[in-house]
C-alpha cells in the first residue's frame, strides 16, 4: 500500500496554559488518541491480483511417427545390426500400432502430468501453512505494538507540553504501520517487527494465491490429458474388437516374421562370457510371478501393472533391490542409457524399449529380456501382463541395469576326467592334501 500523507509534523511552540485548566486538555487529548487506535484496523488484506500466473503448457510429443509398413524404423543406440523395417501386413495393422503408440505416449505423458500435479498440491500445503505462520508472527507484532503505544501513551502524560508533538508523532507511524502503511523512518523495535510482519504476511498471501493457481492448472491439464488417453484407449478397444478375425491372421503372421527376425539373435543365457547379475534374475522372477494380471494405466502392483510400472516394480522386489530406476517409459530408458546392450548380446532382465520414431522421446512401451527371444510385458489396456516374442521391428535400444556377471566356465579337461571316471566306479573323488 501507499501512504496517503505525506505532511510532515511540525514542531511548534505551546502557549502558556492556566494550571487549572492543563489537566482537562491532557484527559481530552489522550482520549482523542486512544479513540483514533482503537478505530484503526488491526490488518487489511492487500488486494486480489487482477490476472492467473501462467498455468504451463502440456508436454508435447517429439518426433515423428514412423508406421508399420512405411518408411524403416531406424533403431536407437546400441540395438545391433543396420535398421530393421517395421513388419506391417496392411492398413489395419498400421493402423493399430498408430494407435497403440499414441496410447503408450498419452499414457507416459498423463503420468507426467499426474506426478506435475501432485507437486502442486504439496506447494499449496507448503503455502497455507506459511501463511498460517506469517499471521500468527503478524498477531504477535501486533500485540508488542499494542503495549509499545499503551507505554507511550503513559510516558506521554508526564511530559511538558512542549515535547508531547513528538510522541504525537511516533503514535502516528505506528498507527499507519498497524493499518499496512509503508512508513519511513521507522526507528522504534515494536514499530519495526510490526513492519516486518506485515510485510512477510502479503508476502505469503501472494505466494498462497499463486500456488492455487498453479494447482487449478495443473488439474486442467491432467483432465485434458486423461480425457484424450480414455479416448484413445477407447478407439484401439472397439478397433481390436471389431476386427477380431483378422487380427488373428495379422498377429499369427506377424509372430512368425518376429520369429525370422529373430532367429539371429538366440542365444543361450550367456553373451560373450557374461551372465546375468542374481539381481537382474531376481527382477525376473518378480515379473512372472505377476503373470496374467491385467493391464492397467499407471498401476504399480500388486495385481495390476501397465508397462513401465511393472519394469519399476520388479526392479524394486527383494532380491533386485534397485531403486533408481525411474517410473515413466522414457525416463527408463534415458536412465539407463549409458549401459544399451547389443541384440546379439542380450542377458534376462535386460529392458527393451519400444518408440514409434527415431527419438528417444517417442519411446512409448517398455518389456523385459527373459531369453531365448521372449519377453515379458504388459502390452496395452485390455491385455494382461504376457511372455511374448520380442518385437525386433519395432525395437529402439535395449539397456542393462544391473550389470553382468562372469559367466561359469566349463571345468579344466583333467578334473572332468577324473570325475567321469569316478562316477563310472562308483567312487567318489576324495580331496588332494596339501603339500
Known amino acids: 500500500m501507499v501512504d496517503s500523507g505525506h505532511g510532515r509534523w511540525q514542531r511548534r511552540r505551546s502557549p ?81 500400432y498408430a494407435l497403440e503408440a499414441r496410447v503408450g505416449q498419452l499414457g507416459d505423458q498423463l503420468l507426467l502430468l499426474r506426478q ?96 492455487e493457481a498453479r494447482l487449478k492448472g495443473a488439474r486442467d491439464e491432467y483432465a485434458a490429458g486423461e480425457k484424450a488417453l480414455r479416448d484413445e484407449e477407447a478407439k484401439l478397444v472397439k ?26 539373435y538366440l542365444g543361450n543365457e550367456t553373451a560373450n562370457g557374461l551372465a546375468a547379475h542374481p539381481r537382474a534374475l531376481a527382477a525376473v522372477a518378480y515379473a512372472k510371478a505377476q503373470l496374467g494380471d491385467p493391464y492397467l494405466w499407471a498401476a504399480e502392483g500388486p495385481d495390476r501393472f501397465d508397462c513401465s510400472g511393472l519394469m519399476w516394480a520388479a526392479y524394486r522386489s527383494k532380491g533386485a533391490d534397485y531403486f533408481d530406476l525411474p517410473r515413466v517409459s522414457r525416463d527408463q530408458y534415458y536412465a539407463t542409457r549409458s549401459r544399451t546392450v547389443a541384440r546379439t548380446a542380450l542377458l534376462p532382465g535386460d529392458l527393451l524399449f519400444f518408440a514409434s520414431g527415431t527419438s528417444w522421446t517417442t519411446i512409448h512401451h517398455v518389456g523385459m529380456y527373459v531369453g531365448g527371444g521372449k ?51 562308483g567312487r567318489r573323488t576324495r580331496p588332494a592334501r596339501p603339500g
Do not use: C
Request: aromatic share 2%; net charge neutral.
Open 16 to 96: 502558556v496554559i492556566s494550571p487549572v485548566l492543563r489537566p482537562m486538555l491532557w484527559s481530552a487529548l489522550l482520549g482523542a488518541v486512544a479513540a483514533a487506535a482503537l478505530a484503526t484496523p488491526a490488518y487489511a488484506d492487500p488486494a486480489l491480483p487482477t490476472s492467473v500466473p501462467d498455468s504451463g503448457v502440456r508436454p508435447s510429443t517429439i518426433g515423428t511417427l514412423v508406421l508399420p509398413g512405411g518408411a524403416p524404423a531406424v533403431g536407437g543406440p546400441g540395438v545391433g545390426g543396420a535398421p530393421v523395417a517395421n513388419l506391417g501386413t496392411g492398413p489395419l495393422a498400421a493402423q493399430i
Open 116 to 211: 506435475k500435479r501432485a507437486e502442486a498440491e504439496t506447494q499449496l500445503v507448503t503455502a497455507e501453512r506459511d501463511l498460517g505462520l506469517a499471521r500468527d508472527a503478524l498477531a504477535r507484532a501486533q500485540e508488542g505494538a499494542d503495549a509499545a503505544a499503551a507505554g507511550a501513551l503513559k510516558e506521554a502524560a508526564a511530559l511538558p507540553p512542549g515535547d508531547f508533538a513528538d510522541d504525537i508523532q511516533g503514535l502516528s507511524r505506528l498507527q499507519r504501520i498497524t493499518r499496512g502503511e509503508k512508513v519511513e523512518g521507522v526507528t522504534t523495535a515494536a514499530a519495526g517487527e510490526l513492519s516486518r510482519a506485515s510485510t512477510g504476511e502479503q508476502v505469503a498471501y501472494q505466494a498462497l494465491v499463486a500456488a
Open 239 to 264: 478397433l481390436r474388437r471389431d476386427n477380431t478375425a483378422q487380427l488373428i491372421e495379422i498377429e499369427r503372421q506377424q509372430e512368425a516374421a518376429e520369429q525370422r527376425l529373430g532367429a539371429g
Open 375 to 425: 519377453m515379458i510385458h504388459a502390452p496395452t489396456t485390455g491385455d494382461v501382463v504376457k511372455i511374448s516374442t520380442v518385437r525386433w521391428s519395432r525395437l529402439y535400444a535395449a539397456t542393462r541395469v544391473v550389470g553382468a556377471v562372469p559367466a561359469p566356465g566349463p571345468p579344466p579337461p583333467a578334473a572332468a576326467g577324473r570325475r567321469r571316471a569316478d562316477a563310472a566306479s
